[in-house]
């Protein structure tokens, strides 16, 4: 054999400031799916996830919480590797920001650009925050929208890349490389931004202190992307890449917020050092949280360990891989999670191998039966895996991956059919039936066996299970996926020990579980950070919620006087996906717009809310109600042994809003 072909890929290089949430999870996991199918064709791969742990945020984080930059973002990345852990994520590279070969690989980089005449020195003016020592997106005069004291207008001395003398040759390179920049619709934006023309990029700064230093050139240290994009190269070698062999990528997986800064700067850099470019810059779309985009200060963000805790790790994987068409923004929520581990995983995949397993232990003593010439209907099935063998690994190939699990699982179905049909067990104890029996565990655990191996790179911790209840050696992904075929499974073979695959789990109570898990981690501080005011304790933002007490203990009027109550009018109002009793609204206080969940779905069309006033308690804490934020309480009577909510109102007096209920 020649040596083997090889395959680099990579994942962002995530920000440390905070902790990775489930859109973070969706690349990583992409990008770990990749890695295992391109290992069962063959490949030497290398995969590179990591952390970029620069810049003033950092800065800032590190100060309120008390400690180094150093030992903030040490912690940060040791939390973002044990997560990939749990998610089964092999990474092969995990590249930090603040590792000295990155730091080398930085600085030799700009030294190549700048004696290739792409660097120069210049200023940058901008309005300044002395306070949160950073410069703010504002207009002079204007406060700083972080803390709101006044900016200044600071000019500082820094090097520019010279981006403008790239827009000819990127547009040659991206003529004559299609499929650069995928998905299509990614190309089309990347090609108008860069025929409307480039502007040169600063990319050191003099006023942050922790980031790389420019060689002889302090206190210059390097400024965002030129220093995070580096790390796909310091990864595989730096400027000894043409030892290891892997770079130029093969493919940057990214998100598709960031397609300019892979698909413009990143080559840019790399043609200026007369470095050789990726082949493929891939952006998937966004995963939505009920359709709204996920995002800290709506609240809405959902973390992945709460779902591998309740589900597992591949009830996570299968479900982000399955629900979203690669490269289109994807929907989560709670509901189609649950629905899909119950239906596709406990009921599909779990089902079909636990009975197949039953059913040769009953009547073939523990070992593959051999099976007789197949009928019709074992050949229709027979030839049904054979094709899902090419297709999927087509699929695969073009990522994508719900059709491939789709293929996988109407393959599984039509097991599971093929099994009522032929209803082995119904079968008597003659030679004839005996030998129909084999031929018919014999084909469908045949089928398994395929289906295991094919589905592999996406549940790799129940496909090893299976596989090693099949009696096969070693791990799904050591066989090699371009010798997969139909009837390889030797009769005789015993089954392994069974072992729990996907066990049915209710629904409410699986939701329930997860979100009290994500809604207690965030209360805690992260490991290094301290609390954020918006991670206070819980507060309600159902109306009915607060059972009446037998014996109410009486309060003083100071008590009284901490609820504040105001007068809001109804903005917006929208059902919850997967929650039949809360309402979604949008509440004007008077000072802003409030977010809050309202336990009335049942009693009140949403469409007749909007306008109305009601009383708002706007002084709790907010808290998360099936993922969603809720930053105040609708105040309603409960009435009836049913608790059926009915609104406080003000129906007689126009009463202005915001106005405080005393
Ligand atoms: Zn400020």
Known sequence: MTDKRKYYLTTPIYYTNGLPHIGHTYSTIVCDTVRRYKRMRGYDVV?????????????????KAGVPESEFVAKMA???????DELGVQGDEFIRTTDLKHAHTVQWLFKQCRENGFVYPGHYTGQYCIYDNAYVDVKPGENCPDCGRSTETVTEANYFFKLSAFQKPLLQWYAKHPDFIQPEARRNEVLSFVEGGLRDLSITRTTIR?????????????YVWFDALTAYLSAVGGPQYEKTGFWPADVHLVGKEIIRFHAVYWPAFLMAAGLPLPKQIWAHGWLLMDSTKMSKSLGNVVRPRPIVHVLGMDALRYYLLRETVFGQDGNFSYDALVQRYNSDLANGLGNLASRTAAMIEKNSGGKIPKPAALQPSDSALATQAQAAIGDV????????????????????????????????WSLGESDADQQRRATILWTTAEVLRIATALTHPVLPESTTKVWSLLGQPGQPGSIALDNLRWGQLVPGTPLGKSQALFPRIEKAEAIERMES?????????????????????????????????????????EDFAKVEMRVGQIKTAERIVGADKLLKLTVDIGTEIRQICAGIAQYYEPEKLIGRKVAVVVNLAPRKLRGVESNGMIV??????????????????????????K
């Open 47 to 63: 995969m590179t996830t990591g952390t970029d742990e620069h810049g003033v945020n950092v800065e800032r984080s590190a100060k």
């Open 78 to 84: 040791a939390e973002w590797r044990a997560l990939w």
């Open 210 to 222: 922790w980031g790389i230093p420019v060689p002889g050139e302090e206190p210059h240290v390097f």
């Open 393 to 424: 690994v087509e699929q695969y190939d073009n990522l994508a991956f719900s059709r491939a699990l789709e293929q996988i699982w109407s393959l599984i179905a039509a097991t599971d059919k093929y099994l009522t049909t032929e209803h082995p």
């Open 517 to 557: 898990m994500e809604n207690e981690a965030q209360k805690q501080p992260s490991p290094a950070v301290a609390p954020m005011p918006a991670s206070t304790p819980a507060a309600i933002g159902t109306a009915a919620a607060a059972a009446p007490q037998a014996t109410p203990e009486k309060i003083g009027i």
């Open 636 to 661: 309603a009577a409960s009435v009836g042994p049913e608790g059926r909510p009915v609104l406080a109102g003000f129906p007689d007096e126009d009463v202005e809003i915001g106005a405080r209920l």
